[in-house]
């Protein structure tokens, strides 16, 4: 039996079960978008755990996805073909690493300070990071999946107008296939153009040379050149355009990435000043992490997340603060935001979901509300 099995036979989706016995008679299943695969195991996005259990009953399957699920924009196509095989020893072992690097991950990640538990994650070993992709590629983004509306050579200018106007465009690639890029025509290069008296009736007459980059590039790799020209195209393994990403694109998945590490930041410094001043030093030391003897609680800023959470959930504790609020509650809330906190610096590739950032939002709104009312 393969060592993955027992442990995952109860989690198979009856679909995937399927597509095994296909497989196995040497039929090709049919292509699924990786959203849908994802939803026959219940979840929407490919957190660490979520990955990982997944690649268990994969691997116990004897299947693997092409391209692999956890590299592929959420909507993009995979296959499901025969798995790779590697040695048994080399099996197992990464099977004890990550199950190894998953217990610890667990039961660590939310006893760290939002920069300790970064730099933890960066300084992992490259084995242990190998079972997700850590480069947060370009292919990932939407907009590098939506077909570029596009035009051709010959386009005439109204044309060209028409459509950046009726999209709100800055430029246009000018193709004659899904592979055959031609250039560029944008406001730019139309005023540049017009302005010097050139002829410009045609696409062909108006366009630049064009920018492209691979779509397995890292996004933090391209950002200089989206930067400079304003846009990229996006060519994907098999040479066609998969989209277009602008300095807009850019400005957006930033504030997507950034947004939950701001308000857990602010979160956190919302609960230091909460605690500060009420407890004795003893008491703070009281709800150090078990094992972790060595380090040194002086003050608030020594304690970990789930340290404010142990401290508090305690009524005579809670007591101290003096909040005419239900310490059931508030601790419920808190223990809502260290889960999502484990989503966020486990880096999961597809961010975290709209509900769990709307409840860091709420959260934050909250505590802002006690703090303008002098509560903290």
């Known amino acids: 039996m393969n060592i993955y099995t027992s442990k ?50 994969l691997t116990g399957l004897d299947l693997q996805t092409k391209p692999n699920f956890k590299h592929m924009y959420i909507d993009a196509e995979i296959e499901f073909v025969p798995l790779q095989k590697t040695s048994g020893d080399s099996v197992q072992k990464n099977q004890q690493e990550a199950n190894l690097l998953s217990e610890n991950n667990n039961q660590n990640i939310d006893n ?22 850590p480069t947060y590629r370009i292919g990932k983004l939407e907009s590098a999946n939506n077909r570029p509306i596009s035009v ?44 010097l008296g050139t002829p410009c009736s045609i696409a062909r007459d108006c366009m630049e040379p064009y920018h492209e980059i691979s779509a397995d590039i890292s996004l933090f790799y391209a950002i200089d050149t989206i930067i400079e020209h304003e846009y990229v195209l996006v ?21 997507q990435l950034s947004e939950p590490f701001l308000l857990i930041g602010e979160i956190e410094n919302h609960v230091r000043k909460l605690i500060n001043g009420k407890f004795k030093r003893e008491d703070l030391a009281k709800v150090r992490n078990p094992g972790d003897d060595n380090r040194k609680i002086e003050d608030v800023s ?22 005419n609020l239900d310490r059931s509650a508030f601790v419920g809330f808190l223990d809502e935001v260290r889960v999502i906190r484990n989503d966020v610096m486990h880096f999961d590739p597809d961010g975290i979901s709209e509900s769990d950032l709307d409840t860091l939002r709420n959260f934050v709104e909250f505590l802002q509300s006690l703090s303008k009312i002098g509560v903290i």
């Open 235 to 255: 060519r994907d393994s098999s040479r066609v355009i998969t989209g277009i990403v602008t300095t807009t694109d850019l400005s957006t998945q930033f504030l």
């Open 112 to 133: 760290l300070s939002s920069d300790q538990a970064v730099a933890e994650i960066i300084e992992s070993p490259i084995s242990e990071i190998e079972f997700t992709d």
């Open 152 to 195: 051709k050579p010959e386009s005439s200018l109204q044309e060209i107008v028409t459509k950046m106007l009726a999209h709100d465009f800055s430029q246009l690639p000018v193709m004659t296939s899904e592979r055959d890029v031609k250039g560029v025509v944008s406001w730019t290069s139309i005023g540049k153009r017009l302005s």
């Open 302 to 323: 020594d304690l970990t997340f789930g340290e404010y959470i142990r401290l508090i959930e305690n009524q005579v504790q809670w007591n101290k603060l003096n909040l």
């Open 8 to 57: 995952v036979r109860d989690k198979i989706p009856p679909r995937l079960l399927e597509i095994s016995e296909q497989v196995k008679r040497g039929e090709r299943p049919s292509r699924e978008r990786v959203r849908t695969f994802l939803s026959w195991f219940g979840v929407e996005r490919r957190g660490w755990n979520v990955a990982f259990d997944i690649e268990q009953v």
